[in-house]
């Protein structure tokens, strides 16, 4: 499979010579469904460079394009906001979140996110794209995000994070020191009633799996690297207050700290696959500052 101009081009081997092409695309080409409902509108799907249907049967050495954008459509006001790009081609870029800021505007008109920074960055190259971050970070958690630039890319890294195929590790300060070196949180997690923006512990939440591993200890606080088999809102905070040790300065699920200003909690790390090249990847943010002087002024007591 190769990329040509904005549209992905798969040429048919002899093992599937009399494929459905709807098979094609979901299979080789890995286009989800939502995303073929998408081209099927838009005349975004050709066999041999003309338009056809789902359920034709293809030929061994004929061509299959799937366009990688299905609209060029960007409502977000570019605005200059900073932040560190850790790598980009034209199928993705993955940048340093700072701490302090939403990833996207979570009302119609908010500026001020990183979305509005990206949409800058890209107006700098020529380019008009919608921004669509493949995962979230809260506003106060800092480190590593991915972006697609293009439909394809986006909805490619989208099945591998919700197969279990994009793997994230986080670092965070926490309050006191864990008894074990490593172990497993298994806590399911739901809505909490009083406050609906929180979640909360509970029998009936979704099923939520942390695991953990002490890399440091400080005595007042440790620093835990920490992955994820499950994606819930808010699970590390979460799952870490009720283990009886908050992360650092979580006014949320714990308490302000005179150490750090906001929650001390960073995405490190990120393994993915490229979905333009297939190439395993895996990039790094480094620790940021108002972490590493936290553990310094600790050390220094």
């Known amino acids: ?91 993705i870029l993955v940048v340093d979140k700072p701490s302090g800021i939403n990833v996207h505007p979570i009302h119609p008109g908010q500026s001020g996110t990183l979305a509005n920074g990206i949409a800058w960055h890209w107006q700098q190259q020529g380019l008009q794209l919608p921004v669509r971050p493949i995962h979230r970070l809260d506003r106060d958690t800092s480190g590593i995000l991915i972006v697609g630039k293009s439909a394809y890319s986006h909805q490619h890294l989208d099945r591998q994070l919700r197969e279990g195929q994009l793997d994230r590790v986080y670092v965070a300060l926490v309050e006191g020191e864990p008894e074990e070196d490593t ?24 099923p939520a799996v942390t695991h953990y591993k ?24 979460v799952h870490l207050a009720h283990f009886g040790y908050p992360v650092l300065g979580d006014r949320q699920y714990g308490k302000a700290s005179p150490l750090i200003k906001r929650q001390a909690l960073h995405a490190l790390r990120l393994s993915f696959t490229h979905p333009g090249t297939g190439e395993s990847m895996e990039l790094e943010a480094p620790l940021p500052e108002d972490m590493q002087s936290a553990m310094e002024r600790v050390r220094n007591l």
């Open 214 to 237: 002490v890399l440091e200890r400080l005595g007042p606080i440790s620093l835990l690297e920490l992955s994820l088999e499950t994606g819930r809102t808010h699970q590390i905070r």
């Open 183 to 206: 172990g497993t949180l298994k806590y399911p997690i739901g809505k909490n009633p009083r406050t609906p923006s929180k979640r909360k512990v509970r029998e009936d939440g979704d």
């Open 1 to 91: 499979m190769k990329k040509n101009r904005g549209w992905l081009e798969f040429t048919i081997p002899k093992e599937l010579d009399g494929a459905f092409l709807q098979d094609i695309l979901t299979g080789p080409m890995r286009i989800s469904r939502r995303m073929i409902q998408k081209l099927t509108r838009s005349k975004g799907i050709l066999y041999n460079g003309k338009p056809t249907f789902l359920k034709r049967q293809v030929k061994s050495g004929h061509v299959v394009q799937v366009a990688t954008e299905v609209t060029t459509r960007q409502s977000l006001q570019p605005e200059q906001i900073p932040f560190p790009v850790l790598f980009e081609d034209d199928t």
